[in-house]
């Protein structure tokens, strides 16, 4: 018997005020795709939406779930705007789809956020399920609703809140995955360590070369207690006024850094990377956070890989990306700092002169 067999599938029920939904996260529940789509009440006339990549890759797992063609779309991220919307509006119409029929989202985030879109607008909305196919969309995209495309002039201007049927996520899916993709999700991971539970926090240190091995003994606890995070900030905050404000942690000079270098230099998990670095500076700085908890932080992401490089980025520029970003509300700036691992406050004073530091103290350029 294959050992993966013996890993418990873990599933629970995703609760918010729009809809209740399942999750199940188990080493080969592609092949029960068709049984849960059932069970779920997912219309019987189902259409995947995939990428060239993925479905190169995993065609194969999702053999008998639906009779039609797959509507593949391109999924980097320069492909997440309207017009790849606009040709799954063209598939759903050719074959004449309407709200008894589900799309089924079959990738990564990119294909999520977009087939999501689709889904809730077309015919102002049809039944969604995802299968995330990167660590990303399995831990983080899949879960909560947020469906969305990219403007030229910013990154998911356009979108909906969209919850899904059900979510089934397959961590052997992963084994294609690039390791610099699979890392980036992980960054995702130490984030939820950070914000929720030192216990995966240290999960992640103790296991990182089977993490980096994909063995699903570890894997799948990992991703579930992910999932579990997510969803129970999800549920107690569904459109994102208070609790799930914590998911923003490292995501402010994240979102900044991921900004001023065109989103060409980071995948987005790395630019998250040294923005939690630049909060626990600053909150190390500020007395709120103990230095010893950070070097913690800074010895998991040095041990994790390569980031890219940053010293050629003025602080300054950094600064004005921060102050542009959708977190400014009112003119306050909304900040998530850590006070221990497994523990965070949002503050609302923070100066720009503290943020100046913040980002000199992960290397980026001062003036
Ligand atoms: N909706 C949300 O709440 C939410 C949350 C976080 C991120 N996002 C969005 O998610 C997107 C990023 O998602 P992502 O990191 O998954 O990127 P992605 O969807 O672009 O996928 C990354 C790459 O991995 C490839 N890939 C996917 N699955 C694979 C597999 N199993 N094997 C081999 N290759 C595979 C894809 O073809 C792509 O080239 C961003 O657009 C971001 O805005 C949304
Ligand atoms: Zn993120």
């Known amino acids: 018997m294959n050992p993966s067999e ?13 809809r209740e939904y399942p999750i199940e996260i188990a080493i080969g529940v592609t092949a029960r795709l068709g049984s849960l789509l059932d069970a779920a009440g997912a219309p019987a006339r189902r259409l995947i939406v995939s990428s060239p990549t993925v479905w190169r890759f995993h065609q194969s797992a999702f053999n008998g779930v639906t009779q039609h063609e797959p509507i593949l779309i391109p999924d980097g991220e320069r492909f997440k705007h309207l017009a790849t919307v606009g040709r799954i509006y063209d598939a759903l119409i050719r074959v004449g789809a309407d709200r008894a029929t589900s799309l089924i989202a079959i990738g990564g985030g990119v294909v999520g956020d977009v087939a999501g879109l689709a889904a809730a607008t077309y015919l102002r909305g049809i039944p969604l399920v995802h299968v995330p196919t990167t660590l990303l969309a399995q831990v983080d995209s899949a879960i909560g609703g947020k469906v969305g495309v990219n403007h030229p002039l910013g990154k998911n201007l356009i979108g909906a809140f969209h919850q899904p049927l059900m979510v089934a996520v397959d961590p052997a899916l992963l084994a294609t995955l690039p390791r610099r993709e699979f ?58 006024s208070g609790p799930r404000r914590a998911l923003n942690f490292g995501h402010t000079v994240g979102h900044a850094l991921e900004a001023i270098t065109k ?64 977190k400014v509300i009112a003119g306050k700036l909304h900040f998530v700092l850590p006070t221990a691992i497994g523990q965070t406050i949002t503050v609302a004073d923070v100066t720009p002169e503290e943020l100046t530091r913040a980002v000199e103290a992960i290397g980026l350029k001062s003036a």
């Open 6 to 18: 013996t890993i418990p599938a873990v599933r629970f029920a995703v609760r918010t005020p729009s």
């Open 263 to 326: 989103y060409r230099r980071f995948r987005h998990g790395e630019a998250v990377a040294y923005g939690m670095l630049a909060a626990g500076a600053l909150a190390v700085a500020r007395g709120a956070l103990a230095e010893s908890d950070l070097t913690a932080l800074r010895m998991l992401i040095t041990k994790m890989g390569p980031l890219p490089a940053v010293a050629d980025l003025p602080a300054s520029q950094a600064l004005e990306a921060v102050t542009r970003d959708k």
């Open 183 to 240: 890392r980036a999700g992980l960054y995702e991971v130490v984030k939820y360590g950070m914000i929720a539970s030192r216990s995966l926090f240290e999960k992640i240190v103790d296991g990182l070369p089977v993490l980096f091995a994909r063995e699903p003994g570890l894997l799948v606890p990992v991703i579930a207690e992910s999932c579990r995070i997510k969803a129970a900030t999800v549920e107690a905050d569904e459109r994102e």
